[in-house]
């Protein structure tokens, strides 16, 4: 029951950066390990980042390892996607992702480990 707002989409050149925020509300933020799973129109969902309650392991796809840096602020209850290098391949729809998890520290690795979602950002990488 965690509700979720994405923000920071936009376009922007292949090679450069991009930061995404998460805002979460309506539950207690300490219990979820939070994540970025990404579409592109006509394709699969594709797992990006994850990372635990708090904050101290994270995993990446294999596709944006080294790139792509995920973060969070419990205080402001708030998940950040930072993107460097972006490629016209990241174009797509970022959603922010929530698995609820009281008392397990791990991070998801996969994304049907999420069960909230929030609305999704555009990030559109031209060439």
């Known amino acids: 029951q965690v509700q979720l707002v994405e923000s920071g989409g936009g376009t922007v050149q292949a090679g450069g950066s991009l930061r995404l925020s998460c805002a979460a509300s309506?539950?207690?933020?300490?219990?979820?390990?939070m994540g970025w799973v990404r579409q592109a129109p006509g394709k699969e969902r594709e797992f990006v980042a994850a990372?635990?309650?708090?904050?101290?392991?994270?995993y990446y796809g294999d596709s944006v390892k080294g790139r792509f840096t995920i973060s969070r602020d419990n205080a402001k209850a708030t998940v950040y996607l930072q993107m460097n290098l972006l490629k016209p391949e990241d174009t797509a729809v970022y959603y922010c992702?929530?698995?609820?998890?009281?008392?397990?520290?791990?991070?998801?690795?996969?994304?049907?480990?999420?069960?909230?979602w929030g609305q999704g950002t555009q990030v559109t990488v031209s060439s």
């Open positions: 309506g539950s207690t933020f300490t219990d979820y390990a």
């Open positions: 992702a929530a698995a609820y998890r009281p008392g397990y520290l791990s991070v998801p690795r996969f994304q049907n480990e999420f069960g909230s």
């Open positions: 990372i635990n309650k708090s904050g101290g392991n994270t």
